[in-house]
């Protein structure tokens, strides 16, 4: 090779195993939304696991972003981040959950629950991987993330999963108003 085809080498487009700066971003996002996922399920306190959930919801908004997919992004962000989160912890306070280390909330069960939980991570690459092994996206044809896609998209094929899933919220915020009633109720009458 001659010195002076070195230099046309360099500034050759990256290739498989040279990273850009998106997929940099896009690893180091994920590693630090799989930490915040892993704190959430680990810790002892509620609220904290509840504010970790916070920041691995946010980190999956990110790499959303970082897929170019900005509709996907802010949807995740105002149902996921805004919505759900603000309903678990309008849960946690509506039916006493204890703020602080509680022992009731550690059952002794951690050996049985991670291999359980290795098991189904291993299913669930599994299944993905096998499922879209021969799916190849098409770089050069229209966005898959824009607005219209994805609300074509989820008007015509996910509306009943989408309704299911508020009136399971729903129902689920009216229980903890009925669980914090009925214990409310309780007390006073023995005061």
């Known amino acids: ?68 997919a900005e509709f996907i992004a802010w949807v995740q962000v105002l149902i996921y981040v805004g919505s759900v989160v603000v309903l678990l912890l309008f849960g946690l306070m509506l039916t006493r959950a204890p703020i602080g280390r509680s022992p009731d909330a550690d059952s002794g069960n951690r050996p049985a629950a991670l291999a359980v939980a290795v098991a189904a991570a291993a299913a669930l690459v599994w299944v993905v991987t096998d499922a879209f092994r021969t799916t190849w996206i098409d770089l050069d044809g229209p966005a898959q993330g824009t607005t219209r896609v994805s609300g074509e998209m989820l008007f015509r094929n996910w509306v009943l999963p989408f309704e299911a899933l508020s009136v399971l919220l729903l129902a689920a915020l009216v229980g903890a108003i009925v669980l914090s009633r009925r214990g409310g109720g309780d007390t006073e009458g023995k005061r």
């Open 1 to 68: 090779m001659t010195p002076a085809a070195a230099p046309a080498l360099s500034l050759a487009a990256p290739g498989f195993l040279s990273p850009t700066g998106a997929e940099v971003a896009f690893l180091l996002v994920g590693v630090v939304t799989l930490a915040a996922a892993v704190v959430a399920v680990t810790t002892r306190q509620l609220v904290h696991a509840a504010l970790w959930l916070v920041v691995a919801l946010g980190g999956i908004a990110v790499e959303y972003l970082l897929l170019t």
